[in-house]
Nanobody
Framework: DVQLVESGGGSVQPGGSLRLSCEVS????????MAWFRQAPGKEREGVAA???????TYAGSLQGRFTISKDNAENTLYLQMNNLSPEDTAMYYC???????????????WGRGTQVTVS
């Protein structure tokens, strides 16, 4: 089974930056399609960014340029660098993984528990 554990969330002022991490166990990151999602209170979960096995990336249109998804195969870890954060970025951020290329679809099989990001 794939296990995902997010970390790196916290409280930050508008304009600040955070880097989220997602540690993967039970499977190699190099063999997975992975993504970051977020869910704000009262809103549906939305895709933020995805990365395929080769490292090609996909972003939600409104976030490209401020957010960067990456992975470290040696550390078996997925990252999300978030810059110039605004209160609208406040949400629980989730890591997701699958053996199929789902990009920003919500049908990923494996999910972490999430890490809270608060911008105020």
């Amino acid at each position: 089974d794939v296990q995902l554990v997010e970390s790196g969330g916290g409280s930050v002022q508008p304009g600040g930056s955070l880097r989220l991490s997602c540690e993967v166990s039970g499977y190699m990151v190099s063999e997975l399609y992975m993504a970051w999602f977020r869910q704000a209170p009262g809103k549906e979960r939305e895709g933020v960014a995805a990365i395929d096995k080769s490292g090609a990336t996909t972003y939600a249109g409104s976030l490209q340029g401020r957010f960067t998804i990456s992975k470290d195969n040696a550390e078996n870890t997925l990252y999300l660098q978030m810059n110039n954060l605004s209160p609208e970025d406040t949400a629980m951020y989730y890591c997701a993984a699958d053996r199929f290329n789902l990009q920003l679809s919500r049908y990923y099989t494996n999910w972490g528990r999430g890490t809270q990001v608060t911008v105020s």
